[in-house]
């Protein structure tokens, strides 16, 4: 399949990321977006990246602009660099996909591209870059400022005696999880680092990394554990009952203990925001999946109110904040592209303060629960034919989701939605930048949740391999 580009930016597979490819993307962003006259880069730790961030900085200095490299370094924190000095970015990474695979993600100096930015991109690819004398490379550090943006917000005693796993694998973000844990106070403990690169999924991760978990709890008398996924703009958070902590849940607990208001979400994230008085939201506004929907959301509610407190937030856990927020120790600048320490640091701070585990804290929230998993392998072309017509033949559904029982609601923001009678959801979605469909459950326990997803990603396997 030829390289994409989407939500998630260009993606494809490394033997189709040529240079003249790279080059041609690189080119058709500095000519269609602003870039403020500099470009920050940097990359995963994936085998092919280094390379590719070669051939895009080539790209930058041969527009004669100046080119800023990060290094190896998360994508959220090259985002706060390039913000802080007013220029754009260019992240190599292919996130959570396989090795094979890489892609480029763009920011302006405002933060990530949206949708109109990409179409503006699209428009210009095979365009020449204007004459120019060859631009000047430097080089950054954009880790240490945002480990101090976390340090400062939350103080030296935020997790003080919190014993935290940190895995590792292959994230970028591994070693700067480790400086901010103990610079709060806690104990972090590496755990299985990787030369090799590991594709990990925060919302859907596989059986034999879960079987894990539970083993590194008691090796190491862990109370949590957290890690990210491969370029750190999603979080990943055991607590202490070994349960992994769905990112929507995440979102809502980071949002109310900052005090947000306005809370712009996909279609797929928990419902439990909407329960009367479990939280103190004032706007809730739903969205298509993908960062770029939740931003424009996001910036069509701070049009209307520019002191609006509104934050943004994925299933997938990546925290996007739109306002000056006030932390434990100091405040919090907005930061409007998907993090994963905000979302990390946000709930274990809260129940510390409150002096209970993490588990409590979450365990008063309504009984709502997701689940979420993936079905490899399969065309795009093939998901969004197969979603159509459940979409536009009622019997064709009806037999399909026969085993949950009547449906009540309809929802086809972004895939296909079905809310049924008994209140649990299953929601059928094709990837936006991958050959996989993907699968999301609610319920009203988590067992219920999960064999949602089981029984709907065997019954797609079942029917789309036949």
Known sequence: MAPKFGTSGLRGLVVDLTEALVHDYVTAFLNACPHGGAVHVGRD???????????????????????????????????????????????????????????????????????EDETRINGALGQTAPDAAQGSLTQADARAAYVARYTDAYGAQALQGLRVGVYQHSSVARDIMMDVVQALGGTAIAIARSDTFIPVDTEALDPDTKKLFAGWFAEHDLQVLISTDGDADRPMLVDDAQRVVPGDVLGAVTAASLGAQVICTPVSSNTMIDVEGAFDFAQITRTKIGSPFVIAAMEEALQADPA????????????????????????????????????????????????QPLSALLDALPPRFTAADRIQGIATETSKAFIANLTEDAAARAAFFAATGPESALDTTDGLRVTFENGDVVHLRPSGNAPEFRCYAEAGSRDTAAALVDTYLGKLGATLSA
């Open 308 to 355: 609006a407190r509104v934050v943004g937030y994925e299933a997938n856990g990546g925290f996007l904040l739109g306002f000056t927020a006030q932390a434990p120790t100091g405040k919090l600048a907005p930061l409007m592209t998907r993090d994963c320490l905000l979302p990390i640091l946000a709930p274990l701070a809260a129940a510390r303060a409150a002096g």
């Open 45 to 115: 730790l994936r085998p092919s990246s280094p390379q590719i961030a070669g051939w895009v900085i080539d790209a930058i200095r041969a527009a004669g602009l100046k080119a800023v490299d990060c290094g190896a370094v998360p994508t959220p924190a090259l985002a706060l660099s390039s913000l802080n000095a007013g220029a754009a970015a260019v992240m190599v990474t292919g996130s959570h996909i396989p090795a094979d695979r890489n892609g480029l993600k763009f920011y302006v100096p405002t933060g990530e591209i949206s949708k």
